[in-house]
T-cell receptor, first 116, second 116 residues
Framework: NAGVTQTPKFQVLKTGQSMTLQCAQD?????MSWYRQDPGMGLRLIHY???????DQGEVPNGYNVSRSTTEDFPLRLLSAAPSQTSVYFC???????????????FGPGTRLTVL | DQQVKQNSPSLSVQEGRISILNCDYT??????FLWYKKYPAEGPTFLIS?????DKNEDGRFTVFLNKSAKHLSLHIVPSQPGDSAVYFC???????????????FGKGTLLTVNP
């Protein structure tokens, strides 16, 4: 069981470049999400998905696109990178919550992105 | 508007003593609370959780207390060990009108340092 994997670990972009951060999980989790972590800001939700073909915006979605074509993969796309997107990005997944329980999210190791 | 607040950016304790990390929330719809631990260059890992129907949950050296009337929860680590040195995030989830909600709202984190 690899859990949640993210690639690449590090990336440097120039302003205006595009790229895709990859996220995959092998736990058959329905819920997947992307967060960014900035100093003094905690973890902020960018986009999330509750299943293949279903995505929605989180707290800070501007400048990012997502799609979910399979249960396993949830890539995050930066269409035109900006210095404000310099951050550490975490992907997380979990089973869906039921009315009587909450299933904790499992996080990947992160991608450290620098936009010059 | 910060719905989950961790007002202490850092905390330093001696090995063997108790560590108490605090978290306040404003959204009365939150009904499930979690603590995550994060080491540098790694993703957050789930530590312990508590449902709003309880006021205490214990797991080994870790205990979480919930005071709903004060909208306050705390994480106690007894005894503290140098390996506990990490950033601790408080997170909360609210059950929406549809009966389920998967999104987590995180605090900004508290850096715990346990000195040998």
């Amino acid at each position: 069981n690899a859990g949640v994997t993210q690639t690449p670990k590090f990336q440097v972009l120039k302003t205006g470049q595009s790229m895709t951060l990859q996220c995959a999980q092998d736990m058959n989790h329905e819920y997947m999400s992307w967060y960014r972590q900035d100093p003094g800001m905690g973890l902020r939700l960018i986009h999330y998905s509750v299943g293949a073909g279903i995505t929605d915006q989180g707290e800070v979605p501007n400048g990012y696109n997502v799609s979910r074509s399979t249960t396993e993969d949830f890539p995050l796309r930066l269409l035109s990178a900006a210095p404000s997107q310099t951050s550490v990005y975490f992907c997380a997944s979990s089973y869906l919550r039921t009315a009587s329980s909450y299933n904790e999210q499992f996080f990947g190791p992160g991608t450290r992105l620098t936009v010059l | 508007d910060q719905q989950v607040k961790q007002n202490s950016p850092s905390l330093s304790v001696q090995e063997g003593r108790i560590s108490i990390l605090n978290c306040d929330y404003t959204n009365s719809m939150f009904d499930y609370f979690l603590w995550y631990k994060k080491y540098p260059a790694e993703g957050p890992t789930f530590l312990i959780s508590i449902s709003s129907i309880k006021d205490k949950n214990e797991d080994g050296r870790f205990t979480v207390f919930l005071n709903k009337s004060a909208k306050h929860l705390s994480l106690h680590i007894v005894p503290s060990q140098p390996g506990d040195s990490a950033v601790y995030f408080c997170a909360a989830s609210a059950e929406n009108s549809g009966g389920s909600n998967y999104k987590l709202t995180f605090g900004k984190g508290t850096l715990l340092t346990v000195n040998p």
